[in-house]
């Protein structure tokens, strides 16, 4: 038995907690006249303020945005350098702050809204430096690995079991991603395919394929549930 006030364990025989004096109501002992087995006031909680601390952090977020577009625009009467700075610094709102406006923020949602705006910034860095490097290197890189990400986030949002196997599988996937990588790299600088990226596929896949003979080897992965929470 507990206190309902402090949470101090009680002895049975108890009839008011040593501790904060609280009468003790134990449902086999008639409770006396009067005196209620619960505390006379609750306790107020104090709240945190989301929506204040979120609005300072807001502030924080458009200061540095402000100033640098006043001194890009002084400078050079136009938008040079600092489109990258306030680029960078939406991304970064939009990944560490804008989900916590909502009550319960769902990665599934917000981890493509992330992805397409990294990959909006990169267009907008390689159409700014006249690079030739976005459609041949940066889309197609940014966005095979946001499909891996979204579909690993998504599958162990939903799915209750198999977790294991969507982590070896995206292991696997990463390693065939190196390889893709190694050959964008190539495409876009003209350079010959050396097969560097043999070596994360191997190592991703066995990792890969470790975790899918955990999964699939059930005694093994009641023992790692029990300790992992897997
Ligand atoms: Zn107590």
Same mark, same amino acid.
């Given at each position: 038995?507990?206190?309902?006030?402090? *949470?101090?364990?009680?002895? @049975?025989? %108890?009839?008011?907690?040593?501790?904060?004096?609280?009468?003790?109501?134990?449902?086999?002992?008639? +409770?006396?006249?009067?005196?209620?087995?619960?505390? %006379?006031? #609750?306790?107020?909680?104090?709240?945190?303020?989301?929506?204040?601390?979120?609005?300072?952090?807001?502030?924080?977020?458009? =200061?540095?945005?402000?100033?640098?577009?006043?001194?890009?625009?002084?400078?050079?009467?136009?938008?040079?350098?600092?489109?990258?700075?306030?680029?960078?610094?939406? $991304? *970064?709102? #939009?990944?560490?702050? $804008?989900?916590?406006?909502?009550?319960?923020?769902?990665?599934?949602?917000?981890?493509?809204?992330?992805? +397409?705006?990294?990959?909006?910034?990169?267009?907008?860095?390689?159409?700014?430096?006249?690079?030739?490097?976005?459609? @041949?290197?940066?889309?197609?890189?940014?966005?095979?690995?946001?499909?891996?990400?979204?579909?690993?986030?998504?599958?162990?949002?939903?799915?209750?079991?198999?977790?294991?196997?969507?982590?070896?599988?995206?292991?696997?996937?990463?390693?065939?991603?190196?390889?893709?990588?190694?050959?964008?790299?190539?495409?876009?600088? *003209?350079?010959?395919?050396?097969?560097? @990226?043999?070596?994360?596929?191997? +190592?991703?896949?066995? =990792? *890969?394929?470790?975790?899918?003979?955990? #999964? #699939?080897?059930?005694?093994?992965?009641?023992?790692?549930?029990?300790?992992?929470?897997?």
């Amino acid at each position: 038995m507990y206190c309902v006030n402090c *949470g101090v364990e009680l002895k @049975s025989s %108890e009839k008011t907690c040593p501790l904060c004096k609280t009468v003790v109501f134990h449902p086999d002992i008639p +409770a006396p006249d009067g005196e209620k087995p619960y505390p %006379e006031f #609750a306790v107020p909680v104090k709240k945190f303020n989301r929506a204040g601390a979120l609005f300072v952090l807001t502030v924080i977020f458009l =200061i540095p945005v402000i100033i640098t577009l006043l001194i890009d625009l002084r400078l050079n009467s136009a938008v040079v350098w600092s489109g990258y700075v306030v680029g960078g610094l939406v $991304l *970064g709102y #939009a990944m560490f702050v $804008l989900p916590f406006w909502f009550r319960r923020p769902n990665p599934v949602v917000f981890i493509p809204i992330d992805c +397409a705006l990294t990959i909006l910034f990169l267009l907008y860095i390689c159409l700014n430096t006249h690079g030739h490097w976005f459609l @041949s290197l940066a889309f197609p890189v940014s966005g095979i690995a946001s499909l891996i990400l979204i579909t690993v986030v998504a599958l162990t949002k939903y799915l209750r079991r198999g977790r294991l196997y969507v982590f070896g599988g995206a292991f696997i996937a990463l390693g065939g991603f190196g390889m893709l990588i190694e050959m964008f790299i190539c495409i876009t600088f *003209g350079l010959k395919f050396v097969f560097w @990226s043999v070596y994360p596929l191997v +190592a991703c896949s066995l =990792i *890969g394929l470790l975790l899918i003979a955990i #999964a #699939a080897c059930k005694p093994l992965r009641t023992s790692l549930d029990k300790r992992f929470f897997l």
